[in-house]
């Protein structure tokens, strides 16, 4: 199995080569990105070198250069490689720049592809035109490509190329694109891992080797010291499972920076398989809920990548664990649990587990004072009802702070969109016997109560919810990536500790 963040990165055989002439190296494939309309770009060169291939085949639609199109030529004359790959991007951008997500996103479709087969070498080309944001988002979407769901498959249906050649790449660009790509590699494996392989405790353990390899601190609360601390909310949750709750705490401090309260808390709801407990889930609805805890990988995955490329930012990565199962110790309707902040908290429905989790996770982090919260969870059916598949929704207390991560979103092209928090919605979830229930009235608008429930546990701290439910895992395949965990929001989360808005 790969190991990300690992010193020796001579594994994934990622280099770059300085030559201006790719035609001329010997691979089995090259792949070349071209943007609708014409044959331009890093595409000139081959096109070129194959008597004007590339242009006659665009001439006649059978390149178009359509978003995410992959066009195989096989045994071109005029190139040493065994094919040419070309692979669209679709529109050029307003100001000719290339969109990054698309970017990401058609890498790893053209390296996908690739990777049916077992491949020695392949090639590709950055265009003259891309900054090393480009580069680095090219190299992530490449890595990532070739990186499949068949974790216990035997046959394998995906092979890494044993070496991939990046022509035209800085090796700086190069390196901080493939620390990325093991930052959302990380987080898929993490989701892709079956819950009785992946459960609380077994999480925090894959935790502590992340951060024994990035240099971050680790803090993991067991159940007892989660009685200790007051967290009845999460061992309410882990109840009626064998395997207990825990909590794991990573701090990372950025090189230079003083210390002091962290800069962002980074919180995710682990919930390693969500059954429903006593309200229990429809087996269809149960299938993929090993993937509920996302938001909890997206948190490690990130504050990994943040360490392993030093950003100058301190910050602490908070995660609940706990499975949500129906033995006979397990939380039940009506019981009245008092979270860590002494919230009593009316339970309604044991399905709505993530956010009763999370209310003595936003405790644990409001105590340490961080100047901003950010949450990612798996939160609510009703989200995906709103937003669909692929767009996350965003909720906030504090309107500057969701606007710099959905900036952040934007540019790294991971699809996002806020919903409102109008105080109505509190009324909702006001207890009957209880300070909270931990549902809203009926089921319209559930993703914003769920928001507004963590709303009450955040201390007034600026604070973004980030509910993943639709974009944490790809039910289907697409072309850029296997069914399963798609590492969603780590990529965004880097963004925003580089452009040092946290
Ligand atoms: N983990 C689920 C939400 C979910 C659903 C995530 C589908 C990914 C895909 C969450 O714990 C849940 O069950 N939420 C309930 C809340 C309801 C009982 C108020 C839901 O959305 O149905
Ligand atoms: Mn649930
Ligand atoms: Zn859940």
Same mark, same amino acid.
């Given at each position: ?430 207890? !009957? ?7 809203? !009235? ?61």
């Amino acid at each position: 199995m790969p190991t990300e963040f690992a010193a020796d990165k001579s594994h994934h055989g990622f280099r770059c080569e300085a030559s201006a002439r790719p035609e001329t190296i010997r691979a089995d494939a090259l792949v070349v990105f071209v943007h609708e309309g014409s044959i331009g770009g890093a595409a000139t060169g081959v096109d070129r070198a194959t008597d004007g291939l590339l242009s006659r085949l665009a001439t006649a639609g059978e390149i178009t250069g359509k978003r995410y199109e992959c066009v195989p030529i096989l045994a071109p004359a005029g190139v040493a490689a065994g094919q040419i790959v070309v692979i669209g991007l679709g529109p050029q951008g307003p100001d000719g720049n290339t969109d990054l997500g698309t970017l990401y996103r058609a890498a790893a479709t053209a390296t996908r592809s690739l990777s049916t087969r077992p491949r020695e070498t392949v090639v590709l080309v950055a265009d003259p035109a891309w900054t090393s944001r480009h580069t680095e988002q090219a190299v992530a979407g490449a890595a990532m490509g070739m990186v499949g769901q068949d974790l216990h498959r035997t046959d394998k249906k995906r092979t890494r190329f044993g070496t991939t050649i990046w022509v035209g790449a800085s090796s700086e660009a190069l390196a901080t694109g493939m620390v990325i790509a093991d930052g959302v590699s990380l987080a898929r494996r993490l989701v892709n891992s079956p819950p009785d392989d992946l459960y609380p405790e077994t999480f925090a353990e894959a935790a502590a080797a992340v951060a024994g390899r990035t240099g971050m601190e680790i803090e993991i609360w067991d159940e007892h010291r989660l009685d200790r601390e007051r967290c009845r909310a999460i061992l309410a949750v882990g109840r009626g499972s064998s395997r207990a709750p825990r909590l794991v705490k990573l701090t990372y401090r950025g090189p230079g920076v003083p210390a002091g309260p962290p800069h962002v808390a980074l919180v995710g709801k682990g919930v390693t398989f969500d059954s429903g407990g006593l309200s229990l889930k429809p087996p269809d609805g149960m299938l993929t809920m090993k993937c509920d805890m996302a938001g909890a990988a997206a948190m490690v995955a990130a504050a990994a990548t943040i360490a392993a490329l030093r950003l100058p930012v301190n910050l602490v990565a908070v995660c609940g664990l706990a499975e949500n199962m129906t033995g006979p110790a397990a939380y039940k309707l009506g019981d009245v649990i008092t979270a860590r902040s002494g919230t009593t908290i009316e339970i309604h429905n044991t399905d709505a587990e993530g956010r009763v989790v999370l209310a003595d996770v936003l405790d644990v982090v409001r105590e340490m004072a961080p100047q901003k919260i950010i949450d990612a969870a798996t939160l609510t059916g009703a989200c995906m009802v709103a937003l669909g598949h692929d767009v996350a929704g965003l909720f906030t207390n504090d309107q500057s702070w969701c606007d710099q991560i959905a900036a952040a979103a934007r540019t790294v092209g991971e699809p996002v969109w806020q919903l409102p928090m109008y105080p109505e919605f509190d009324e909702q979830i006001r207890g !009957e016997v209880a300070d909270i229930k931990n549902v809203g !009235e009926g089921r319209w608008g559930g993703a914003i109560t769920a928001a507004k429930f963590l709303e009450r546990f955040v201390g007034g701290i600026p604070w973004t919810h980030v509910d993943i439910a639709g974009p944490a895992f790809a039910e289907k395949p697409r072309p850029w990536i296997d069914g399963g965990g798609t590492g969603v929001l780590v990529r965004t989360l880097v963004e925003l500790a580089r452009t040092r808005s946290l």
